[in-house]
Each structure stands twice: as C-alpha cells, then as structure tokens.
C-alpha cells in the first residue's frame, strides 16, 4: 500500500470514529408532529447536579438550538419566566396537566420544553480536568398534557478523543453546547 493510501485510510478511519460516542436516549410519541409551526416555551432546567446555574447553561443551549429550527416559534425566556413568577411556579417539578393548560393561556404555548441537569462537572483523568455534562429535557403539549418528546445525554469531553487529544473537549461549555446540539438534531419536524 502506498504511503498516500496509508494515510488517506487513517484518516478516514479517524473520522468515522471520531462521530462515534454516546448517543442520546430519545422518545417520540408516535403520530406527533412540530408543523406547521408550534409556539414553544423553554422553562428553566432544574439543577440537580450541585453546580451554580448548571440548569441555566443547559436551558441558555437549547435555546439557540431550537431557535434553529424552523417548525418552531421560540417565546422570549424573559416573559416565561414573568409568568412563572406571577402563577408562582418555582420547578418544572410542579407542572401537570393543569398547569401546562394555564401556561398555554397566559404565554400562548402549544408546547412547553421542561428538564432536568443531572450532572455538569469537571473530573480528573491524570493531569487533565474533564467535562461532564448529564442531562434530561421533555416536551409537553399544553393542550393535553402529554410528553410527546423526551431525551437523556449524558457526555464525557474524552468521550470522543482519538489520539493526541484530537476530538477532546475541554470546555464544560463547549461540551454543553455538543450535547445539547446531539440531542436537538433528532428533534425532527415529524410530518
């Protein structure tokens, strides 16, 4: 084999690993669909992973993910949270049927994007700091009440790393950013 073949296959091999890694767990109700478009409101992630605005970081990522996507029209994350704070809802831990159906009146929501931030840290793999991201995110029609959408991802920064650090992330943000996108490509506009 030619040493431009040689390369050329290892550098092909490197980056069909290189997409390799953990994929999120997703569940789509069946029959759901996101068109024509739908009125989306992202409530505030619960932070249960012990880090200062962790459940922020998450919720700021979906954010402009889903701001990317065409089906949906995102509401303004400052009057959510003015209307939780008037209804006084402190925790998406508090939503149900009842509450999903008040928010639909009082924000003009079809659906509500509620979550959850397990994990979000950094740990140590010999000299170097790693980050660790683990979260959960649901989407609820507020007419019915229902989950029609709903995801767990959990990431490593190595999870990716190849060789010579290549495909290491070192930032807990850029890692956010990675697994929020992961998980906000397989929410397809469903026909």
Known sequence: MSFSKLVLSS??????????GPKPDIYTRPQTSFEPFKTLAILPF??????????????????VELLKKPYFRIIEPGEVDR????ERIRSSDQIDGGTASLLREKLGADLLLIGAVNEYDYFKVGERDIPLIGFSARILDTSTGMIVWAAYHSRKGDDRELIFNWGLVTSLTQLTRQGVHDVAKRLKSMK
């Open 83 to 86: 209307v939780l704070r008037e």
């Open 11 to 20: 550098f092909l091999i490197m980056t069909i690993f290189c997409g390799c």
């Open 46 to 63: 619960n932070n249960y992973s012990g880090k200062e605005d962790a459940g922020k970081q998450v919720s700021n990522a979906f954010l």
